[in-house]
């Protein structure tokens, strides 16, 4: 009898054995990742390029128009796939996303390019479910976008106007928008496409390569500084081309000139003051020629070849700074001192302070809009030397990152700028 109630036990305990490991084996399992990619355009080649945000190190280079898919073990309830449970965070402004599921996969798509050189981070969580019973553990990944991020400069305070050049010709700082626009858009100084503007030249007169924005008083200032990186080659250059301007020589305006570009001259318009000739305004028509000559009011000129400074086919960042409290006038290559003036010197004629547009004593128009590619604006007629309905020495070249303040870096901050938006 003993023996009989022994074998009943040891059924009843195999049985019930058997049944919780069976139990044990229908648990539903809980959601795990499988893989996280980005896909998107590269900047450096402009080609589809997949980048792994669920390695050992995080992920770099990120395109900017980046559609992340994530893919879990097992299908996800389309219900928790919403932005509160797959958020990306990042940037200036947290992006906007979409989200869905479907099987195993959920798609997260940005609703504008991520910002360059940025590091975002994708959140991941614990609300997420599987269709079926079972949890999700939260977790997150970083990431940096590809590009080089934009540079805080020195003064940021004062800085009016930013074109990042990015594709289009907006204003990142300012609310400038090109009234017209006629360029293309090509590699930046970092290799990254559609990045920097083009400037092909004129292939006849009146119809060069430019870019217009309507007057506005942030161009001009009594101190300011402008600072913009440009490339040019030197077989482009038999003559004179304008680079930049606003109203010619009574506003300002940048010339490279001579076979392959053996002169630069930056000139500015100035109030005259005090002005005891009468003469209201003039113009410094300040030109670093190599001569490496001092005296009157040149303090400090460049002694070495111009055409190798500047038109050697590679990247250069141009800067011009004004401080009226001193009227000193100073250019600067990549950050170094190439040329300094001082415009209110006790043995010069005409004391020039503040940079302003000279509008005295002409009848044609003088347009105060800016121009890039040229030396003034194609409605701008006040220069007889300068029309752009005649012109055929528009700017042939590139350029990026054109920066305005209202007022005069110093010799320290020009050079912080460089090192900080020179190719890394």
């Known amino acids: 009898m003993k023996t009989i109630k022994f074998l009943i036990s040891l059924m009843l305990i195999g049985g019930l054995i058997a049944f919780q490991g069976c139990k044990k084996d229908e648990d539903p399992s809980d959601l795990e990742i499988i893989s996280i990619e980005a896909v998107g355009t590269s900047l450096e080649t402009g080609n589809e390029v997949t980048v792994d945000l669920n390695g050992a190190v995080a992920g770099s280079d990120v395109p ?8 879990f073990s097992k299908d996800v309830d389309p219900q928790t796939a919403t932005a509160a449970n797959f958020m990306l965070t990042g940037g ?18 940005p609703q504008a390019d991520l910002e360059r050189g940025r590091v975002y981070t994708l959140t991941l969580a614990s609300g997420i479910k599987p269709k079926d019973e079972g949890g999700f553990s939260a977790t997150n990944r970083t990431f940096t976008t590809t590009g080089q ?14 074109w990042k050049f990015d594709g289009d010709a907006n204003a990142t700082v300012g609310n400038f928008e090109p009234t017209f626009e006629q360029v293309t858009y090509d590699t930046d100084r970092s290799g990254f496409v559609n990045s920097a503007v083009k400037f092909s030249g004129a292939a006849s007169a009146g119809q060069g390569d430019l870019i217009e924005y309507a ?11 402008f600072s913009v990186w440009f490339k040019v080659n030197s077989d482009d250059y038999s003559g004179s081309r304008f680079m930049f ?81 001193t009227s000193i006038k100073t250019i600067f290559i990549d950050g170094t001192k190439i040329m300094q003036v001082d415009l209110d010197l006790d043995t010069v004629e005409w004391s020039l302070k503040d940079m302003s547009v000279n509008e005295e004593g002409v009848s044609d128009l003088i347009d105060k809009g800016l121009a890039l590619g040229y030396a003034g604006s194609r409605d701008n007629t006040a220069t007889s030397w300068a029309v752009y309905s005649n012109a055929e020495n528009t700017y042939k070249g590139y350029m990026d990152d054109l920066r305005i303040f209202d007022v005069a870096l110093t010799e320290s901050e020009v050079n912080e700028l460089y090192n900080a938006e020179k190719a890394k």
């Open 149 to 162: 991020k934009v540079v805080t400069p020195p003064q940021e305070a004062h800085q009016v106007a930013y």
């Open 64 to 71: 900017l128009d980046a559609v992340i898919t994530i893919t």
């Open 245 to 325: 301007g606003l109203a010619v020589e009574r506003g300002y305006f940048m010339e490279l000139g001579s076979d392959g570009v053996g002169w630069m001259k930056l000139a500015t318009s100035h109030i005259v003051n005090p002005d005891p000739q009468g003469h209201l305004y003039g113009t410094a028509w300040t030109d670093p020629n190599g001569d490496g000559t001092i005296g009157g009011q040149v303090l400090y000129d460049y002694t070495g070849s111009i055409s190798s400074l500047v038109a050697n086919g590679v990247w250069h960042m141009l800067t011009m700074t004004f401080d009226v409290n």
């Open 215 to 225: 007057a506005n008083s942030a161009f001009i200032s009594p101190s300011m500084t």
């Open 92 to 109: 200036a402004v947290d992006p906007t996303v979409n989200v869905t599921a479907s099987g195993t996969d959920v798609t997260i798509t």
